[in-house]
């Protein structure tokens, strides 16, 4: 059976795990030259997203922006007491599109791939697919 999905272990609460060498890694075993590559994020408190990969403050300066967003402290209704985690990850969305092109992802010079952990630590997956451009 092909292997449809990648595991990440987060260990902070808020953490912006980069996950670039791991797709594009998918990306070479499949040998695929010219594609698309889908990630999708099954978690309802968890998002993906392309940023900064150049300097890991952007990161911490992403979380923090969030926090003051989204306010931590306010008296939501949602029992599990999660919702600014549930907030996070659909202001990032759960789903990334990426080209493919010579068998590498096509990613601005300071781009990666991020997996957003907003209610961790926990052990998660994204889902992926890739597939070949029909010529």
């Known amino acids: 059976m092909q292997k449809t999905s990648i595991t ?3 260990n902070q609460h808020m953490h912006l795990v980069d996950i670039t060498s791991k797709v594009q890694n998918l990306v070479t075993q499949a040998g695929i030259s010219e594609g698309i590559c889908y990630l999708f994020n099954p978690h309802t408190t968890a ?3 392309i940023n900064e ?3 890991p403050d952007v990161r911490t300066d992403i979380i923090k922006g969030f926090k003051e967003f989204v306010p931590i402290d306010y008296p939501f209704k949602h029992m599990e ?3 600014p985690s549930h907030i996070m990850a659909s202001l990032m969305g759960a789903s990334l ?3 493919i092109t ?3 992802l096509q990613l601005g010079t300071w781009q990666a791939i991020y997996f957003c952990e907003f209610d961790g630590p926990r052990t ?3 889902q992926f697919r890739i597939v ?3 010529n």
């Open 47 to 49: 998002g993906l997203t």
């Open 97 to 99: 599109t990426l080209l």
């Open 53 to 55: 990969g150049a300097d």
């Open 132 to 134: 070949a451009s029909q």
């Open 102 to 104: 010579e068998t590498k």
């Open 124 to 126: 998660r997956s994204v």
């Open 8 to 10: 990440i272990q987060t």
């Open 81 to 83: 007491g999660n919702s």
